[in-house]
Each structure stands twice: as C-alpha cells, then as structure tokens.
C-alpha cells in the first residue's frame, strides 16, 4: 500500500441500464473535491453475562455509500448531473448546426429516476457504488471565477472494481464572464428582458431521497426520489428598489441562467451553452446589511414552482458535441 495526496484519487460515473446493476465509467470527472463517505451502520450485543462493560461484540448490518463531488461546470460532463438532478433527457441531434447537439432536461414526475455507477480510484483502491441516486445539485456562479458545481449521492454499498481512468480532452468550461442573468414576468418574455448586474448567484437542485431495504439485505435495495425543491439565490447592488418590491410584493418571476463560452466554437458558429429556466420564482428571504464601507448589496432567496400555465418547473438547455445522455 502506498501513500498518496488525495489529488491523485479519481472519480467516475456511468449511466445504469439496470438500476443496482455496476457499469464502467463513461466519464471521468475532474474534480476540485470529492469524498466517498462510505457508511456502516453496527449494531451492539449488550446481554449483561454477569458483567459491567456495556457490549460483547458489534457487527454491520446495513452499508451504503454517500458520495460528495464537487468541482468546475464543463460543457459535456455536467449533462451527466442533470440528468440525474432532472431525470428527463431529450435529445436532438445535429441540432442547432451539423456535429453539435442540442439536451433538454426536464423533470421525470416519478420517483424512478436514472442511476449511475459512482467509482472512486486511487493508488490503492478501486471501487464503485451502485445503484447511484442524485441528492443535491447546486450551481456556484461568483465574481472573478470559474463556474462551480457541488453534489452529494446516495448509493449501495461499496464494491470493488477495475478501471483505468481517462479523461476526455475536448471538455470545455465556463467563467464569471459568460453568466447572464434575466427576469421577467413569465417564460416567453425572457427573450426580450434585458440582463442585469449580479454579483453572485446560487442554484440548488435538491431531492428527497428514500431508501427501501428490508430483511435478509445489508443496503439498500432499493433507491427513490421523493419531492424535488428549486432554490435560487441573488446577490444583487442595491442601486434601486425594483428586486425589493418582488420581494415585498410576494410578485412570480420567470428566471433565466445562461452560460456562453463564446471563446470556443464548436461545429462552424456554435458556442458551449448552458441555458437554465425556471418558470415561477417567488423571493421569499430578503437580506440588506448595511456596510460602513462598501456598497449595500441585497441578498434574495427564492423558491421555484412548477407553473400549472406552462406545465413545468424548470428546464435546461445544453448545448454541446456529446451524444444522447438518454
């Protein structure tokens, strides 16, 4: 056995046919911090045989694996997260223009949604959790840097396994430069608003997970999603009161996030991009610290909705050279 930095652990996933059944890795994921968090749950003997200790033996009983990945947007593999965060891929091919290709994401309104083989691989190890089930997903957007990502998983417990990483070469990623923020009062008046100027912006994807297990079983046998929750947080200079008034007026919103790497051309005029809209987002937290020396910034804290009008909540837009996700 070696020792090692944690920078030379590998991360990587791939999409289940069979949900529980372990695939290789489609995709290995550069990562800025990831943990494998594996879980055992013991239980103790604590028949007395006439002493004081408190136990005579402890043994496992239930095992599972609860990853963290964390690290920058890229253009292709981030579609493996929404897939897992939404549960609904469709996919046009050659679309907007010959060799790029166009993901739509949406939310599956069932519990069932797609799983993935998480593998972890370092110097010494080399192993995966089925059955893998998407928790959160949030999206960092702030000033002076690259766009960020933060996940946590559920899956079954650990296995060992045999891989050689190897990561792709043409992934393309995003920065504080390319961010473009809108409102308006629904959807289809998105495409005329203008952006604004925001300092900093959150997205959180967050899923309720499940987990069945049962008698003769040591994890879980089965993983489910429950209720999904849509937050969004902006940070925005306090030059006028109109971010404010949404807030106080209780009034829905329409957002937009979109991403554009207009430093990378992919086919012949098309451009990396990432375009997230939710459809009704109500600023239920507003906060507005006054600074001795600096400029007031508020800090807003919405809820999104599914919007009965527009039958959705939320749907992201990739576009990008990769194949189906499906």
């Known amino acids: 056995m070696a020792k090692y930095i ?34 055992a749950e013991y239980v103790q003997d ?29 253009d292709k593999i981030i579609g493996l997260f929404f897939d897992a965060a939404l549960g ?19 939310i599956l309104n069932s519990e069932i949604h797609p799983t993935y083989t998480l593998v972890f691989k370092d110097p010494n190890e080399d192993y995966d959790f089925p059955y893998g089930k998407l928790k959160m997903l949030s999206l960092i957007y702030s000033k002076r840097a690259l766009t960020r990502f933060e996940s946590t998983w559920v899956g079954q417990a650990k296995e060992s396994d045999t891989n050689t990483a190897t990561y792709a070469t043409d992934e393309n990623h995003f920065n504080s430069t390319m961010v473009a923020f809108k409102l308006a009062a629904n959807q289809a008046g998105i495409a005329g608003a203008s952006a604004f100027d925001v300092e900093d912006l959150k997205l959180t994807i967050e899923k309720e997970i499940i987990e069945q297990d049962s008698l003769g079983n040591s994890e879980p046998v089965n993983i489910y999603n429950g209720i999904i929750t849509l937050d969004l947080e902006v940070e925005i200079l306090m ?31 098309t451009n990396p991009t990432i375009t997230i809209q939710l459809n009704a987002v109500n600023f239920e937290e507003m906060d507005k610290p006054y600074s001795h020396n600096d400029i007031v910034r ?21 576009i990008n050279t990769e194949g189906t996700y499906v």
């Open 88 to 106: 609904t891929a469709a996919f046009a091919a050659d679309t907007p223009e010959a060799g790029v290709n166009t993901h739509t994401f949406t």
């Open 46 to 74: 604590n028949s007395d045989y006439g002493r004081i200790e408190n136990s005579v033996s402890s043994e496992v009983v239930y095992s599972k694996g609860e990853p963290e990945v964390k690290g920058l947007v890229f």
């Open 6 to 39: 944690g920078k030379r652990a590998n991360f990587g996933m791939g999409k289940e046919s069979v949900a529980g059944t372990a695939v290789a890795p489609t995709h290995w994921v550069p990562c800025e911090d990831k943990t494998p968090n594996i879980v």
């Open 239 to 269: 030059d006028n009161t109109t971010y404010q008034t949404l807030f106080t007026a209780g009034t829905v919103q329409a957002a937009e996030i979109k991403l554009v790497n207009t430093g990378v051309t992919i086919g012949a005029v």
């Open 298 to 318: 508020i800090k807003l804290s919405g809820k999104g909705h599914y919007k009965l009008a527009d039958s959705k909540a939320i749907e992201i837009v990739l």
